[in-house]
């Protein structure tokens, strides 16, 4: 069964910069798009960015000019790059690619951005 292995997570001062990966263990075939939400703990799951089929691009407005989102199509990768990281980007992040037959996530890595 294929999985979507995340890293890049971890502890940030304010202002920092980390950079997440998400890849597949196996082929997923036909993906309509690729994205990353985070949750907070107490709070709703939110989209943070996603990235369709064709390279177009959503971000939440929270992050806006200052998360960069991208994906390798021959690795089945997304990464998110995030700079100036705010206290309020803590949370868990999740990898998500969506197939015809199936909605993946990842296992979810942890982001704090604290001094």
């Known amino acids: 069964q294929v999985q979507l292995v995340e890293s890049g997570g971890g502890l940030v001062q304010p202002g920092g910069s980390l950079r997440l990966s998400c890849a597949a263990s196996g082929s997923i075939f036909g993906i309509y798009g690729m994205g990353w939400y985070r949750q907070a703990p107490g709070k709703q799951r939110e989209l943070v960015a996603e990235?369709?089929?064709?390279?177009?691009?959503n971000y939440a407005d929270s992050v806006k000019g200052r998360f960069t989102i991208s994906r390798d199509n021959a690795k089945i990768a997304v990464y998110l790059q995030m700079n100036s990281l705010k206290p309020e980007d803590s949370a868990v992040y999740y990898c998500?690619?969506?197939?015809?037959?199936?909605?993946?996530w990842g296992q979810g890595t942890q982001v704090t951005v604290s001094s």
């Open positions: 990235i369709s089929s064709s390279d177009s691009t």
């Open positions: 998500n690619v969506i197939s015809p037959t199936r909605n993946y």
